[in-house]
């Protein structure tokens, strides 16, 4: 099944369990046959790869279905977050391909309703201020096997909580001195439904909000609420909140009206290979400075993955391939790799670029002449048309592309061998130049001019065609290769040493002096090629006037895995 975006993209949508939820409720007319969902980020990092799943999954089941999605940030812990994290999510769901309209909320925008609920709580009686610190009343809670004790502040009248939860929104209390709680079932074999705490004294500026309040609801008592008051039928959450979803219900309980009701669903989580997707170690990596920032292209994040040259489209692909599922695992980055090779090759135009320059002179080219030559820009696109591409008697070409002595499976350039250049001549080595140092700097050659376009008239073959730039007209250009930012696949089973220690050496190798067609002198940021042969790059915004940089995104084919075995 296909659904229409928003924005005239269209997703493909599989069924999968929370679509069939989504469609029971719809059969038995719950919520007036509404689907309406939100996405609830917190303010405090980056989004990242786990996040966009969760995207894809909220925005497209309710495109699915004729719903609507909000877009709410969970602001309720100002120590945390900072409006650079809000806006950048909002960049995020943008360029993945998805609009929440008029529908952006703030947990925030919600205080004094929040506030409002916990004093009727407390008039029920149904909560209560503790003064116990944070330690003792999680030692009372006991274990999963064993049942927590009561606090001795527990029964208090409704008349001192009153107050003394007043006291602590006036700010007359300091930080940790007391926290209110629900007043539940101690016994609870859900830990979750041992008196949880409500709120917490925060003395720290909020980013929206200032030095208004001094107290701060919890997520648990903020995310249910917020949902309802927005008229939330689905609420989809990962796999950690399940236990949570009884105290969810409970907070629904005390505070709705008449039928309708919120429902929470969850699902397994995005894991990926070769990275970690927590937010306290993405951001240690980028305090302690081992990567350039939350948008370094090795990071997983959605700036990282935008900026190495992933498009919208490769990833809600990979959201829908991983699929939905209730058990926990680890998706192969392979299938994320393969995604965006496989829309950029649709998509992205053909370019020629050199990584590492040898000179090739052919010495029977007019010396100083030049001429244009046809080159396709998108084989898998008929409407992408062609170029023109300058041809001279110097070029460069890749290094690893001649070899003196070559193995007997080596069919590209070597002494008395004939190659195909890519669109243009064959042309064959016929003496090598070195340096002092006995270094290769250039080779010597001669090209069949009967042979443009790349084919002998008199029907001869070559086994191997390369590709090459004209030396006078090719633009200097810096690439950055990045790899895997880990070197180990599964860094969960690593738990008792540093995650960092796993940190890959090699994951960003920066090349100066490349050259590339000139073509590329004044390609913008962001822009998509494929330079042949080699692999499909993205513009970094880093690129300067004549000295573009390049990000390589993906290669042509996945060496990784061929070389570890797999």
Known sequence: MTDKETNGQEVTAKSNFIHQQIEKDLSEGKNDGRVHTRFPPEPNGYL??????????????????????????????????????????????RWLGFDWGDRLFYASDYFDRLYAFALKLIREGK?????????????????????????????????????LFEAMKNGDFEEGACVLRAKIDMTSPNMHMRDP??????????????????????????????????????????????????????????????????????????????????????????????VSGWDDPRMPTISGLRRRGYTPASIRNFAERVGVTKVEGISDVTLLEHSVREDLNKTAPRVMGVLDPLKVIITNYQAGEAEMVEAVNNPEDPEAGTR??????????????????????????APGREVRLRYAYFITCQEVVRDEKGEVTALLCTYDPETRGGNAPDGRKVKATIH??????????????????????????????????????????????????????QAVPFSHFQFERIGYFNVDPDSTPGKPVFNRTVALKDAWTKEKGK
């Open 48 to 93: 990242h790869i786990g996040h966009a799943k969760s995207i894809c999954l909220n925005f497209g089941a309710a495109l699915k279905y004729g719903g609507m999605t909000n877009l709410r940030f969970d602001d309720t812990n100002p120590e945390k977050e900072e409006d650079e994290y809000v806006r950048s999510i909002m960049e995020d769901v």
């Open 127 to 163: 909560a209560y201020v503790d003064d116990q610190d944070a330690e003792t009343i999680s030692n009372q809670k006991g274990s999963p096997t064993r049942p927590g004790t009561e606090s001795p502040y527990r029964n208090r009248s409704v008349e001192e909580n009153l107050r």
């Open 197 to 290: 705490i409500l709120y917490r004294i925060m003395k720290t500026p909020h980013h929206r909000t200032g030095d208004k309040w001094v107290i701060y609801p919890m997520y648990d008592f903020a995310h249910g609420q917020c949902d309802y008051w927005e008229g939330i039928t689905h609420s989809i959450c990962t796999l950690e909140f399940e236990v949570h979803r009884p105290l969810y219900d409970w907070f629904i309980d005390q505070l709705k009206e008449g039928d309708y009701r919120p429902r929470q669903i969850e699902f397994a989580r995005l894991n990926l290979t070769y990275t970690v997707m927590s937010k306290r170690k993405l951001l240690e990596l980028v305090k302690e400075r081992y």
């Open 388 to 413: 023109l591409v300058p041809f001279s008697g110097e070029l460069y070409i890749e290094r690893e592309d001649f070899m003196e002595n070559p193995p007997a499976k080596f069919f590209r350039l």
């Open 468 to 521: 090459w730039v004209s030396a006078a007209h090719a633009v200097e250009a810096e690439v950055r290769l990045y790899d895997r930012l880990f070197m180990v696949e599964d860094l969960s089973e690593e738990k008792e040493r540093d995650f960092k220690e796993f940190l890959n050496p090699g994951s960003l190798v920066i090349k100066q002096g490349c050259r590339v067609e000139p073509s590329l002198v």
